[in-house]
């Protein structure tokens, strides 16, 4: 497990992406204590409510730069304009 997925942890070199930091979210001296780490948008609902890491948490974080990816906007930009823009710039 990545723990860690996010764009910022893929390069690409000529054409060939690759997955880096893998494993690097925490302190090298902390085992696993429970406390979660992460780049918000990306870390799965499950890890914020039960704190358990799996693999089916790697695949959310990849679904979400996947969107990144195709659509070119940050994942959650209009979760962001809806709720947290004063009301006066935003139409809905």
């Known amino acids: 497990m990545h723990r860690d997925l996010h764009l910022?942890?893929?390069?690409?070199?000529?054409?060939?992406?690759?997955?880096?930091d893998l494993g690097l979210c925490r302190p090298v001296n902390e085992t696993n204590n429970g406390k979660i780490y992460g780049v918000l948008p990306y870390v799965a609902p499950e890890i914020l409510c039960e704190g358990k890491y799996a693999q089916a948490s790697?695949?959310?974080?990849?679904?979400?730069?996947?969107?990144?990816?195709?659509?070119?906007?940050?994942?959650?930009?209009?979760?962001?304009?809806?709720?947290?823009?004063?009301?006066?710039?935003?139409?809905?």
């Open 8 to 20: 910022g942890n893929i390069v690409n070199d000529f054409g060939q992406y690759f997955i880096t």
């Open 58 to 92: 790697d695949i959310y974080s990849f679904g979400i730069v996947i969107y990144e990816v195709i659509s070119g906007l940050p994942p959650y930009l209009a979760w962001f304009i809806l709720n947290l823009l004063p009301k006066k710039y935003v139409k809905a």
